[in-house]
């Protein structure tokens, strides 16, 4: 006897209606579909240097020891983390990238009956974590691509446990400054756990952007998000971490899966802290490049949403769509954000300086005089 199956039905309403996260397309999936070879990608704020030799090297060493469980409680990492960032190890938790400190956030503060706020045009990851635990969210209408801190707070019910802020934002790049950043903290409930998402902190370079650790002391009910996979260039191994009061973390740590983050990664990740050289330089490349590259989109008439991350925004003029599918062609992945409300725009990751050029070459080719 054959009985229907019907597995949606089955699921928790709050996974039924979710679109899974699309990433950046891989260069090597692109040549597969294409039969191209030599294609760059610049579609997902990695760091286009690769890794340092420090860490490849700690990687290698931490591969000896792969068939025994990592330390669950990344003890060396923790302790190096802490001094680096100057906080007490027990107010750090780890996650496998900082994606996975958002869903341990999620996991711990939101449900049936509870809901988050955030931005228009913020991390996609913020709705998909809050909706799978079944609460509600609420997105706030955004000006001129940024986060508009009175609407925020005005969205606020009664039943929110939860805001997510970007700072700066992906994909629009733009931030909120130390002072409207510190008024809205004021003006948030202690009841909501605000996550603050530095995860392009340490590329910028602004005198008005505000540290959110500098903050925490004041608002036991924040969490500073950030992450290894952008300046540090380990997008592949996962390590991310989020900083708040050890009452917070405490939470967080017991929702957290006993190995989250394992042994070659947190290896990597100590390594990363050590080299500071490779920060510097990344740092250095980022901000030639971001010249570079705002320059380009000048001369084509393609305007640019100012950004502080290593990614730059930019408006087509038209559906973006196609510019996207014919610059694939070219062997040049960008990324379309449309899910993200924007579906004129492109963003466009600052790469090595040829592959800036090329993309820019690729872009006049597609859309000059856009
Ligand atoms: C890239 C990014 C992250 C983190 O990614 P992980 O690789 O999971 O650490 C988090 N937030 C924003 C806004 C990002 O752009």
């Known amino acids: 006897m054959s009985e ?47 890794p340092g030799p420090a860490v490849l090297a700690a990687i290698s060493a931490a591969a000896a020891g792969a068939s025994r469980y990592p330390d669950g409680g ?24 900082s994606n996975d400190v958002l869903e341990l956030v999620a996991h711990a503060f939101l449900g049936p009956g509870r809901s988050a706020v ?3 045009h913020a991390f996609i990851v913020y709705p998909l974590a809050t909706r799978a635990r079944g609460a509600e969210f609420i997105e706030v209408p955004a000006r001129q691509w940024t986060a508009d801190p009175d609407a925020l707070v005005a969205a606020i019910r009664a039943d929110t446990s939860v805001l997510f802020l970007a700072n700066p934002n992906n ?13 809205l903290l004021a003006r948030v409930p202690r009841r909501v756990i605000v996550v603050l998402d530095e995860a392009y902190f340490e590329y910028v370079d602004a005198a008005d952007y505000p540290d959110g650790l500098r903050l925490l002391a004041a608002h036991p009910n924040l969490v500073v998000a950030r992450t290894f996979s952008k300046i540090h260039g380990l997008a592949a191994l996962r390590v991310g971490y989020g900083v708040s009061s ?19 990664a947190q290896a990597a990740a100590v390594a990363a802290l050590d080299d ?16 570079q590259v705002r320059a380009g989109l000048d001369r084509l008439g393609l ?52 592959e800036n050029e090329r993309a820019l070459a690729a872009l006049a080719r597609v859309c000059g005089g856009a």
């Open 4 to 50: 229907s199956f019907d597995a949606a039905a089955l699921a928790v309403a709050g996974v039924r209606g979710l679109k899974p996260y699309q990433p950046g397309k891989p260069i090597e999936e692109l040549e597969r579909e294409l039969g191209i070879r030599g294609s760059i990608k610049l579609a997902s704020n990695e760091n286009p240097r690769g």
């Open 171 to 183: 994909p629009t790049g733009t931030w909120l400054t130390t002072p409207v950043l510190e008024s």
């Open 303 to 354: 305007a640019a949403i100012p950004s502080l991350g290593n990614f730059v925004t930019f408006d087509c003029g038209r559906p973006a769509r196609p510019i996207y599918e014919a610059l694939l062609r070219e062997g040049v992945i960008l990324r379309p954000i449309a899910e993200y409300g924007m579906p004129n725009h492109l963003r466009l990751t600052i790469g090595l300086e040829a």
């Open 118 to 120: 955030a931005s228009a």
């Open 246 to 264: 050890p009452a917070v973390a405490d939470l967080l740590n017991r929702v957290r899966q006993p190995f989250n983050v394992n042994a070659l």
């Open 276 to 291: 500071r050289a490779y920060v510097v330089e990344s740092r250095r490349l980022n901000v030639a490049g971001m010249q």
């Open 74 to 97: 990344a003890f060396r990492l923790r302790a190096r983390l802490g001094a680096e960032l100057g906080v007490d190890a027990g107010q750090i938790t780890l996650g496998n990238g």
